[in-house]
């Protein structure tokens, strides 16, 4: 552990509650929320496109003679049936993923909502964002991955 980490360790234990987390602790914590975050929206994008396919797929077979054969991929086994046998199903499907797609975006919302109450929790300011207007910028030359965390232990 730094210096500095120790520092903030033993100022918030002094200042705070015995139970507060240390500098680091909160960060750790800020990186995993903002980690589930970013895998409920890369689910959702998922999630998303497949949908989307499923909506191309039963429009195109909707104006398909019904006896026709029609191939479809079941557990990576393609399989022989005819589009009255498979158009129902994808229906079925596509109205899950529409179910499930509304289900990861209201737990996304709630996930962005935990991310800022844990944010204003514990003092963090992300850099790079809300900055104060009168605060001197930075050189901007190749800074857009210099995106950090900040945590102010002072209550």
């Known amino acids: 552990m730094s210096a500095d980490a120790k520092n903030v360790a033993t100022t918030s234990k ?3 509650k015995p139970s507060s987390k ?16 970013r895998q409920l929206v890369s ?19 909707q104006d398909v003679d ?47 909502q935990e991310l800022n109450d844990y944010m204003e929790k514990n003092n963090i300011r992300v850099r790079g964002k809300d900055e104060a207007p009168g605060a001197e910028k930075a050189p901007k030359a190749g800074t857009s991955s210099n995106v950090g965390v900040l945590v102010d232990s002072k209550s």
Not at 25 to 30: A, D, K, L, N, R
Not at 80 to 108: C, F, G, H, M, Y
Request: proline share 1%.
């Open 66 to 112: 019904g006896n026709r054969k029609c191939f479809r991929l079941v557990g990576g086994v393609l399989v022989e049936r005819t589009v009255n046998q498979v158009l129902p199903a994808l229906i079925i499907n596509r109205d899950q993923l529409t179910a499930t797609i509304e289900s990861l975006k209201q737990q996304l919302s709630t996930k962005g």
């Open 22 to 37: 240390s500098g680091e602790e909160i960060v750790q914590g800020f990186q995993r929320l903002r980690n589930e975050q």
């Open 14 to 16: 002094a200042t705070a």
């Open 43 to 61: 689910k959702l994008s998922e999630l998303e496109q497949d949908s989307n396919e499923h909506k191309l797929v039963i429009e195109t077979l």
